[in-house]
């Protein structure tokens, strides 16, 4: 990882151990999801102990036992929405020498694991949340030997099983739509080119580029960011409850925003990585381990070195835009875009209700409770003084309550305001930055706008997933990314004459919107 006081060089940084439910709160009161998961995490290891010969009640006392042991180990941890407190970026810092690990583990080799494979080395090491090292250290005895070989099991069932052989393959993908609500399957060819791509993103992303992108597009998108930045600057100059210093700062950030449009020009090397083909003898199986030894290689080359920030280190055939904190850059890349993201043909109100506002929206995440902790170099340092950040609380509260309010499903489970605040407020926010372009362009269509804006966040959910993104996605449910959305802003009101009494009406002292 990226060094957190200075970002230019490479940590090493220590998780915390992996729970089979993710979430350290699964193990006081198990949600919806959380049964969701783990019948699926059961039943995978279900299938493989059961072809491992091991029988119906051997296999339901390893369960026990792992579950036994995970629920030990989830006491050390934090929740994921404790994670998702601003606060957590400090904590979670934790720069230790080698006598300190060996204080906080005496009894499990972490130290000897690290001397072996050459992490020790680093001249910085960062322990994500040191009471989780603690935990395990303590929960390594003799006595608990049984459940640790039992949740190792439990744990390599589900990392291995999609890529043992045909029939473990299918049972997992059938397992996994049981999981997530859907029926079909996408195609064999799909999903091999999903595996192949998430190893070499770079190989892929060179031929795409060949056949379906050039200097015109990239530069398009370019131009698309540099006005979204410029007119941050105005927002910035007329917010009035920050402070001038503070003013001046975003400022400076602003206009260190490394700009990453469609594609870099400069690639990974991939030739530590060899994979041995099919016809060579080579299995799938060999060939994940072989690139996992090979990536673990790479990791080991970086310990005390500078980071090449000139690789973008991105997958830009992902379906995603965002912002890296650690390094202040807006990534804006051709997997995000399709005939409701950006096209070259697009009109500019379309390109400003689609493309445009998620561009505003991720340079807003420079200036929220996170980017307020990251300086215009991507180190930690926290830029703003106590009057700013407590006039941002005030107004992020009143959009937390909001959210907060809000049932989404029948079973009357509210939201966690707290959770998509960040989120929430940049979406509002890079709204708000196309909106005031929007007031540079002459006779600009506001319908075609807010319709391109809507199409942009229309989407179909299974039940089962969108439950899942209430508890532990940080973006809203896309309906309310929109309605929301445009509820804040005079210019919806006008373009579709909404009065006191409509169902989307909101008045204006309750509007929440933060920028
Ligand atoms: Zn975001």
Redesign the pocket.
């Given at each position: 990882y990226p060094s957190p006081d200075d970002s230019s060089v490479y940590e090493v940084n220590i998780g915390s151990p992996e729970l089979l439910l993710d979430d350290a709160a699964e193990y006081k009161e198990l949600t919806e999801n959380g049964k969701r998961l783990k019948k699926l995490k059961d039943d995978t290891a279900s299938y493989i102990l059961g072809r491992l010969g091991m029988s119906e009640k051997e296999i339901q006392d390893t369960l026990k036992k792992a579950y036994d042991f995970d629920t030990e180990l989830a006491k050390y941890q934090k929740t994921l929405l404790e994670m998702y407190d601003p606060s957590y970026v400090t904590e979670a810092i934790n720069i230790v020498k080698l006598d300190d690990l060996k204080e906080m583990s005496p009894d499990f080799p972490l130290v000897q694991y690290m001397e072996k494979y050459d992490w020790a080395k680093s001249d910085i090491i960062d322990v994500e949340w040191p009471d989780s090292i603690k935990g395990l250290n303590g929960l390594y005895t003799e006595e608990n030997v049984e459940k640790i070989k039992a949740k190792l099991l439990v744990d390599s069932a589900y990392n291995y099983i999609n890529m043992l052989d045909e029939d473990a393959y299918r049972t997992f993908q059938k397992l996994q739509n049981e999981y997530s609500g859907i029926t079909e399957n996408e195609s064999d060819q799909e999903l091999a080119y999903q595996a192949a791509r998430s190893a070499f993103p770079d190989s892929f992303a060179r031929l795409y580029i060949e056949k379906f992108l050039n200097e015109d597009i990239r530069r398009d998108v370019t131009e698309l960011c540099r006005d979204c930045i410029d007119t941050y600057r105005d927002m910035l100059d007329n917010t009035d409850w920050l402070s001038e210093s503070t003013q001046k700062a975003a400022k400076d950030k602003l206009d260190k925003i490394k700009i990453h449009a469609v594609y870099p020009d400069k690639w990974e090397d991939y030739s530590i990585y060899h994979v041995k083909a099919k016809e060579e003898g080579g299995t799938y199986f060999e060939a994940v381990s072989d690139f996992s030894k090979a990536m673990d290689l790479r990791d080991r080359g970086r310990i005390n070195q500078k980071i090449d920030k000139e690789i973008w280190g991105i997958d830009i055939l992902e379906t995603n835009?965002?912002?890296d904190h650690t390094d202040n850059s807006i990534n804006i890349v051709p997997g995000f875009f399709c005939d409701a993201t950006y096209s070259e043909k697009m009109s500019t109100e379309q390109k400003y209700g689609a493309l445009g506002s998620v561009v505003g929206?991720?340079i807003?995440?420079a200036f929220d409770t996170t980017g307020s902790q990251f300086d215009a170099d991507g180190n930690v340092r926290d830029w703003w003084t106590k009057e700013d950040k407590e006039a941002f609380d005030e107004r992020a509260d009143k959009l937390v309550k909001y959210y907060d309010k809000i049932v989404a499903f029948d079973d009357g489970t509210p939201y966690q305001g707290q959770i998509v605040q960040?989120?929430a407020i940049?979406?509002m926010a890079g709204f708000k930055c196309m909106l005031l372009m929007a007031k540079d362009i002459k006779d600009f269509n506001y319908d075609e706008f807010f319709k391109a804006h809507m199409y942009l966040l229309a989407r179909v959910y299974t039940l089962e997933r969108a439950e899942s993104s209430v508890l532990s996605d940080?973006?809203p449910l896309y309906y309310l990314r929109g309605n929301v959305n445009v509820q804040q802003f005079d210019e919806f009101y006008e373009t579709y004459d909404i009065k006191e009494g409509d169902g989307m009406y909101l008045a204006p002292e309750d509007r929440i919107a933060v920028w």
């Open positions: 835009a965002f912002y929206h991720e807003s995440h960040t989120e940049a979406d940080p973006h």
